[in-house]
């Protein structure tokens, strides 16, 4: 092995300068573009967050009303797919779901038992209808109303959030007015049936939407101010730091300020992540 030349440790640290640079110059543009874009990206779900929440709420309590309107077109295939996809999340029970094109809207336990000769769960849950009773919706009367009460909540916080701070309820206030309706109602029912020793109860149309519209108003309630704030802090940081508006993601910068570079602002971000080292003077980009 060679020896080291005299002086090389005292000359080490003032390359390092020069090979961050060197090492920061070698990043492509591409990678810039990426960065830039993800941070758009999270700017835009942070502003737009609750449009897309309620459109998901709509879409998941929208398509399970499909379902009956294919059958009664006679598209059986596309609404099967609709029930199998639903399955999973919901029970489906016949005699605790809503029905359309028929004589009822809703079958309780003994008359639909009374109708098709059985009211045993499997068989309650793979019966989607006939052309005299209807065909079911394909999500439970409980989850209808949980998911359309959870997107009407959604409404009433974008028409209210502009017009004055809405404060979550306290964790005690949701239990009562949003867990113990529901959880009395659907686990007696639920009890009654496991518990040999308990008379069979079954709960009604009415007490599963209202008990489920509570539930859902109240988790609405109880997340969408904390999400608000969440997201309002990050559009905050991002708008301090590239100077983007609420107009725009492409808006001027602060006018008291110079418009910090492309580059300074990915390093910025590559160095809040330690992908890179700090810079000398450990001085903030923006």
């Keep these: ?57 709509l879409l998941y309590v929208g398509l399970p009303f499909l379902a009956p309107l294919l059958m009664k077109l006679g598209w059986s295939g596309p609404a099967r797919l609709l029930y199998t996809v639903y399955s999973p999340f919901c029970h489906q029970l016949a005699f605790r779901s809503w029905f359309l094109f028929g004589q009822q809207v809703v079958y309780p336990r003994d008359e639909f038992a009374a109708l098709v000769g059985t ?28 998911y359309g009460a959870l997107f009407l909540g959604g409404l009433l916080f974008a028409l209210l959030r502009h017009r004055r701070r809405i404060a979550p ?13 529901i959880a009395a109602d659907g686990g007696s029912q639920m009890l009654s049936y496991l518990l040999p020793f308990l008379p069979v109860r079954e709960s009604t149309w009415y007490l ?4 489920g519209a509570l539930f859902g108003l109240s988790l609405a309630w109880l997340a969408y101010p904390n999400f608000e704030e969440g997201m309002a802090d990050i559009r905050r940081t ?22 910090p570079s492309t580059r300074d602002q990915v390093l910025q971000i590559l160095r809040e992540h330690n992908l890179i080292e700090p810079a000398d003077d450990d001085a903030p980009v923006l």
């Design 208 to 211: 599963r939407v209202i008990t």
């Design 1 to 57: 092995m060679r020896p080291k030349a005299e002086g090389t440790d005292k000359l080490a640290p003032s390359l390092q300068p020069q090979q961050r640079e060197g090492r920061e110059k070698s990043l492509s543009n591409r990678q810039y573009r990426l960065v830039l874009a993800l941070q758009r990206l999270i700017y835009s779900l942070a502003r737009h967050w609750l449009a897309l929440a309620n459109s998901l709420a």
């Design 119 to 146: 009211a045993d769960w499997l068989e309650a849950r793979r019966f989607v209808g006939n052309a005299t009773m209807g065909y079911k919706v394909a999500l439970c009367q409980r989850d209808v109303a949980i």
């Design 238 to 259: 991002l708008e301090a730091r590239y100077g983007w508006g609420p107009e725009t993601s492409d808006s001027p910068p602060h006018p008291h300020r110079p418009p």
């Design 169 to 181: 309820p306290s964790l005690r206030l949701f239990f009562l007015i949003g867990i113990l309706p």
